[in-house]
């Protein structure tokens, strides 16, 4: 059974709404104009309509001068209050600040600048991401109000699901101020994008052994199931403490003496290498999982190492640069 079966009505919703954002343009700053903010009654507003017809009939009915009275200051009040309603997000100009890479299934959180360039203040102003139609998830609110002549800054949550460069999702803004029997809404689809990692696998196994630069190095130096080189020596001064190994660190004295370091010297004879073809023989996104938690486990010990895909080798190198190249690879693998 297909979801038309299913619930015609949230079916159709959704087509209509695909349709309609796909002919809202691309861009990361608008400004709110008559064009594109809407206004719609709500639930209580619909009952304030329902209640002014009854005042109104009845007044008319019995003749009731201060019935009158009543229904017309009720509806004075309720048509101003639609005024000031939609005078609250026109004029406003909203900017996107596009956020870093992220990892799967991590909350990416970005903000948006609100500028107001009237004399008055903007309250009650939500911004969130535009809910689905057949989405479980309801939409998380960032309220705020904009003071008079400055700007005021929200931040925005949302959880990409898959890895890869992906267009941020359609945002909505909205304001009920002040009585609440009306809505004002408007929708706006930013143009930026956000690179989204693997999931680093949470019990990855330790680093693979490294690669000997020249064959037939069987004596040189290996890798310990910990990810470290069977190579050490003692301490010297001036030595990195990132070299340092802490677990044995217990038996040295105050002067230093008793700690020992990973032989460098030792460790240049061979290369480690995160291979797509050694991470396992699972799938593709469990392979690029594990190749993660390799590359944030490596750059963690400071070591030099390099990525072998699938028609793509990254050479040796270390630092954040080399890592960020190396995820960024990793997510449009």
């Known amino acids: 059974m297909n979801a038309a079966t299913l619930n015609p009505v949230k079916f159709v919703r959704g087509r209509f709404q695909h349709w309609w954002q796909s002919r809202l343009p691309l861009t990361d700053s608008v400004l709110l104009t008559q064009r594109n903010v809407y206004i719609l009654p709500t639930r209580p507003g619909w009952m304030l309509a329902l209640t002014l017809m009854v005042l109104l009939v009845a007044s008319i009915n019995y003749q009731l001068n201060l019935g009158y009275l009543l229904t017309f200051l009720l509806a004075g009040s309720a048509v101003t209050g639609m005024h000031v309603c939609h005078g609250t997000l026109r004029g406003l100009a909203m900017n996107l600040i596009a956020p870093p890479a992220h990892f799967t299934g991590t909350a990416a959180i970005f903000d948006v600048k609100l500028t107001n360039n009237r004399r008055s203040v903007r309250?009650?102003?939500?911004?969130?991401?535009?809910?689905?139609?057949?989405?479980?998830?309801?939409?998380?609110?960032?309220?705020?109000?904009?003071?008079?002549?400055?700007?005021?800054?929200?931040?925005?949550?949302?959880?990409?699901?898959?890895?890869g460069l992906h267009r941020l999702p359609t945002l909505t803004a909205e304001?009920?101020?002040?009585?609440?029997?009306?809505?004002?809404?408007?929708?706006?689809?930013?143009?930026?994008?956000?690179?989204?990692?693997?999931a680093p696998?949470?019990?990855?196994?330790?680093?693979?052994?490294?690669?000997p630069r020249s064959g037939g190095a069987d004596a040189a130096a290996r890798w310990q199931s910990a990810g470290e080189f069977d190579g050490i020596r003692g301490y010297r001064r001036g030595d990195p403490l990132k070299l340092v190994m802490w677990k044995k660190a217990a038996k040295a004295d105050d002067q230093g003496n008793g700690l020992v370091v990973r032989d460098?010297?030792?460790?240049?004879?061979?290369?480690?290498?995160?291979?797509?073809?050694?991470?396992?023989?699972?799938?593709?996104?469990?392979?690029?999982?594990?190749?993660?938690?390799?590359?944030?486990?490596a750059d963690k010990l400071g070591l030099r190492y390099g990525l072998r895909l699938p028609g793509l080798q990254?050479?040796?190198?270390?630092?954040?640069?080399?890592?960020?190249?190396?995820?960024?690879?990793?997510?449009?693998?």
């Open 123 to 163: 309250y009650g102003i939500g911004v969130s991401v535009l809910a689905s139609p057949d989405g479980p998830d309801q939409p998380r609110w960032a309220w705020t109000d904009v003071p008079a002549q400055a700007s005021a800054t929200v931040q925005i949550a949302f959880t990409p699901k898959q890895r």
């Open 175 to 198: 304001t009920r101020f002040p009585l609440g029997t009306f809505r004002v809404w408007t929708i706006w689809r930013p143009a930026a994008q956000m690179l989204v990692y693997p």
């Open 201 to 211: 696998e949470v019990y990855a196994p330790p680093l693979p052994p490294g690669e």
């Open 264 to 297: 460098t010297q030792q460790a240049q004879r061979h290369e480690l290498w995160l291979d797509f073809l050694q991470a396992g023989s699972l799938g593709t996104e469990a392979r690029l999982s594990r190749l993660c938690a390799w590359i944030l486990q």
């Open 314 to 333: 990254i050479k040796p190198g270390s630092g954040e640069v080399h890592k960020r190249q190396c995820l960024e690879a990793l997510a449009l693998c």
